[in-house]
Structures are given as C-alpha cells and as structure tokens.
C-alpha cells in the first residue's frame, strides 16, 4: 500500500474539482491508469491534488516524481503559479470565472494563502 502523502500549502491556493469530475477521472484512471505523475516538493503534492484523490478513490497506486527545477520555496511558487495559470488559460469555465489575477491566482486565493507564503 502506497503512503498517504501530504498537500503543500501551495497546492492548496487553487480550487480542487467537482465532486463529479472526481468520480469520472477516478473511472478513467480505473480504466486507462495515471498518464500524468503527481509533482512532488519533498514528500508533499505540489501539483495532482485531484489526480491524488481520484486514485485514492479508485484504488490505483499514484506514480510520483520531484517536480523539475524545484529545490526551494521560491521555486515552489513559480512552479505552482506556471501550472495552475497555463491550465486556467486553457479552461473556459475557470476563465469566465476569474475577472482579475494576481501573479496568475485569484485575488482572495493571493490574499489569503499566497501572499502569506511569498511573504515568509
């Protein structure tokens, strides 16, 4: 059995999906297997929070990897950044949801739970 890994906090700032886009990535991955690794910092989930859950709930053992260039915190962030603002950019509902950003996140994400962070 597989550990239960942790989320960094960062992994945290963006909204996870609906629960019933978890149930039908958790088939698909029932079906077809993880095709994109989870993206660790450490020995926390830094990118595949949903791809996490949905193995979880579907009984698949989630393949891991260190995500590429990242060796500190500041790396971290851009990482996490680079990743959630190329997806939402290719989103439609995500982008008719967000008027404005801040460094690629939603203003009350940044305020809250980013800028803390950035700012140690």
């Given at each position: 059995m597989t550990p239960a890994l942790a989320f960094h906090p960062l992994c945290a700032i963006f909204p996870g999906?609906?629960?019933?886009e978890t149930s039908a990535l958790a088939?698909?991955?029932?079906?077809?297997?993880l095709?994109?690794?989870?993206e660790l910092?450490?020995?926390t989930i830094l990118d595949g929070r949903n791809r996490y859950l949905a193995c979880q709930r579907a009984g698949v053992a989630p393949a891991t990897q260190q995500a590429p260039g990242v060796h500190r915190d500041e790396d971290a962030v851009r990482f996490v950044i680079n990743r959630m603002a190329s997806r939402?950019?290719?989103?439609s509902t995500l982008s008719a949801r967000r008027p404005t950003f801040t460094h690629?996140?939603?203003p009350d994400c940044y305020d809250?739970?980013?800028k803390p962070i950035i700012d140690g």
């Open positions: 999906i609906p629960e019933d088939e698909d991955l029932r079906e077809h297997g095709i994109e690794p989870i910092y450490g020995t939402s950019q290719s989103r690629g996140v939603c809250k739970r980013l």
